[in-house]
């Protein structure tokens, strides 16, 4: 496939990885990785900008994350898929983007957790004005979504609302956007 993705009227597609996140982009990955001897304090910290206790307490609690201990934990530990999944969700939230990319959020992630995760996100958007792109098969990040973007085979094979997507849920994978976008001359804005 080819083409160009377009984020703030710039085409960011040849962007290294430092320079969209100084660009404001964000980026939670389906299988996040384990950095060797980084503790969740340390990967917060780097994220929000602060080693401030109070504001990294915060953050974790808003992500479901209970336990102060929890913080100190090296991430190589044998942390659960889950527990690894909301650091990553944590870090990603810490960085207040302008654009946060979520690849499959409730991978690893108890049935009970989604529900919460799907507001926790929706919230975050609304409260920080994030453009926010969820890559779901998730339902539930379906229905929330303001608008959908179904690709099938590198194509766009469906646009619009969860009412108008019902009729071709199949094996497709799934974006949400919220802001402006351009994808190979397809153009649009949802708020």
Not at 87 to 94: D, F, G, Q, S
């Amino acid at each position: 496939t080819s083409g160009a993705i377009n984020f703030e009227g710039k085409d960011i597609s040849k962007l290294s990885i430092t320079d969209r996140a100084r660009a404001g982009i964000s980026y939670s990955f389906q299988q996040p990785a384990r950095f060797k001897g980084t503790t969740f304090r340390d990967l917060l910290s780097i994220a929000s900008g602060s080693d401030d206790e109070n504001k990294l307490v915060q953050i974790i609690a808003r992500c479901g994350i209970c336990s102060l201990e929890f913080l100190d934990k090296p991430i190589d530990s044998k942390l659960s898929g889950g527990e690894i999944k909301k650091i990553e969700l944590a870090t990603t939230i810490a960085r207040n983007p302008k654009l946060a990319i979520y690849d499959e959020p409730d991978t690893g992630i108890d049935l009970w957790t989604i529900d919460p995760m799907v507001k926790l996100l929706k919230t975050e958007q609304e409260k920080n004005d994030t453009t926010t792109i969820v890559i779901s098969h998730n339902r539930a990040f379906l229905e929330a979504a303001d608008s959908l973007l179904f690709i099938e085979n590198g194509k766009i094979a469906y646009s619009g609302n969860m009412d108008g997507a019902l009729t071709i849920l199949n094996d497709l994978s799934v974006c949400h956007y919220r802001g402006t976008y351009d994808v190979e001359g397809y153009s649009g804005g949802y708020r």
